[in-house]
């Protein structure tokens, strides 16, 4: 069964920043993508970045030149590095990956448990 594991919430001040880590674990034979979404309180859940597999990206206007998104493929893991944080990025972070098990099995889409992200002003 395939897991998503994600690490690297917290409180920070605006102006901080923090580093967001998605592992994901299980059968997998091939990944399509991985992306980060958000959702504050209210509020759908969005996309803020995400990364394909020959490594394009591409990221919501609100956080270009503040977020990086980057992934390791021999760990199937992907990283959001965010600096100059604001109080507006406060949110629950979502890990999204779509992969496949197995060369007849997917792609399918999953997601992470979540991790809160709280911006102080």
């Known amino acids: 069964q395939v897991q998503l594991v994600e690490s690297g919430g917290g409180l920070v001040q605006a102006g901080g920043s923090l580093r967001l880590s998605c592992a994901a674990s299980g059968p997998i034979f091939s990944i399509n993508a991985m992306a980060w979404y958000r959702q504050a309180p209210g509020k759908q859940r969005k996309l803020v970045a995400a990364i394909v597999s020959g490594g394009r990206t591409n990221y919501v206007d609100s956080v270009k030149g503040r977020f990086t998104i980057s992934r390791d493929n021999a760990k199937n893991t992907v990283y959001l590095q965010m600096n100059s944080l604001k109080p507006e990025d406060t949110a629950v972070y979502y890990c999204?990956?779509?992969?496949?098990?197995?060369?007849?099995?997917?792609?399918?889409?999953?997601w992470g448990q979540g991790t809160q992200v709280t911006v102080s002003s």
């Open positions: 999204n990956v779509i992969l496949s098990s197995g060369a007849d099995s997917g792609p399918y889409n999953y």
